[in-house]
């Protein structure tokens, strides 16, 4: 786990004060999400995240190993293209790739930038366990968490400073890379873990984006399953991927079984 650092910290406290000073009264105000279901606060104009998405992707895209298996990556645009299809997000440049790195792990960036490891590429079974994955991810992206995630910090802001978890797998370069290169409020936003509502949320979603786009939700919970008997202390979190565990598993199938998933 890697302490932002106590300069970080009092300019990420600055930020977070400028941003709810500046922003719109509308943005600042409650809104109510048509995908969540409930209202939100965002303080922050998710694209101002998305930019500093864009750049940390950039970097992480030179400096991390990229995976030159043109099979794995074509099949990740691919699923991820199908799953992006089934949402209202569409017309959004997102970008794809997959990184070397042993670790199982997925992860989303602000602005739709979709890395998978080489180990999660390894995990997953079939399409349909690839599709639950990008599902997850995507969903987070749909339903602004890393803006509320970041507006939930903004407003608790009382303490001594912040801490960025996505660093929890010491073994893992790319977690490495993204804590290096993650601006403050990206810190915020997205590599601190969601909250379990989020990733709650994210697991639906996803999987009524999954369904949409044709893949098997059942078949999909197989790797959340396969997860959990790996046991959560070995599956590391990276931004929005979670180790998944046995309250999990059975969430989602009541989920599946409440919509008439197959």
């Given at each position: 786990?890697?302490?932002?650092?106590?300069?970080?910290?009092?300019?990420?406290r600055a930020l977070a004060v400028l941003v709810a000073l500046s922003a719109p009264a509308g943005l600042a105000a409650c809104s109510y999400s048509e995908e969540l279901g409930r209202q939100q606060v965002l303080l922050v104009d998710p694209g101002a995240l998305s930019q500093q998405g864009a750049q940390a992707w950039a970097q992480m895209k030179q400096t991390s190993k990229v995976s030159n298996d043109a099979a794995a990556n074509a099949r990740l645009r691919r699923i991820g293209g199908q799953i992006v299809a089934a949402t209202t997000l569409r017309n959004q440049a997102w970008e794809y790739a997959v990184f070397e790195d042993k670790s199982v792990n997925a992860f989303v960036l602000p602005g739709g930038k979709v890395g998978v490891t080489t180990g999660m590429m390894a995990f997953v079974a079939?399409?349909?366990e690839l599709a639950a994955v990008l599902?997850?991810?995507?969903?987070?992206?749909?339903?602004?968490?890393?803006a509320e995630r970041y507006s939930q910090s903004a407003l608790a802001q009382v303490g001594a400073g912040l801490v960025g978890a996505a660093t929890q797998n010491a073994d893992s370069g790319l977690a490495q890379a993204l804590g290096r290169?993650?601006?403050?409020?990206?810190?915020?936003?997205?590599?601190?873990?969601y909250s379990r509502q989020h990733e709650l949320e994210a697991d639906?979603?996803?999987?009524?984006?999954?369904?949409?786009?044709?893949?098997?939700?059942?078949?999909?919970?197989?790797?959340?399953?396969r997860m959990a008997a790996r046991g959560g202390s070995s599956v590391p979190a990276i931004l929005s991927t979670h180790p998944s565990d046995a309250a999990r598993v059975q969430q989602l199938d009541a989920y599946i079984a409440a919509r008439g998933y197959s």
């Open positions: 786990m890697m302490m932002i650092a106590k300069p970080a910290a009092r300019r990420l079939n399409d349909d599902g997850h991810e995507v969903a987070h992206v749909m339903a602004n968490h890393a290169y993650a601006g403050p409020a990206l810190q915020v936003a997205v590599l601190n873990p639906r979603i996803g999987l009524d984006l999954m369904v949409r786009a044709g893949f098997s939700a059942r078949r999909g919970v197989e790797l959340w399953r």
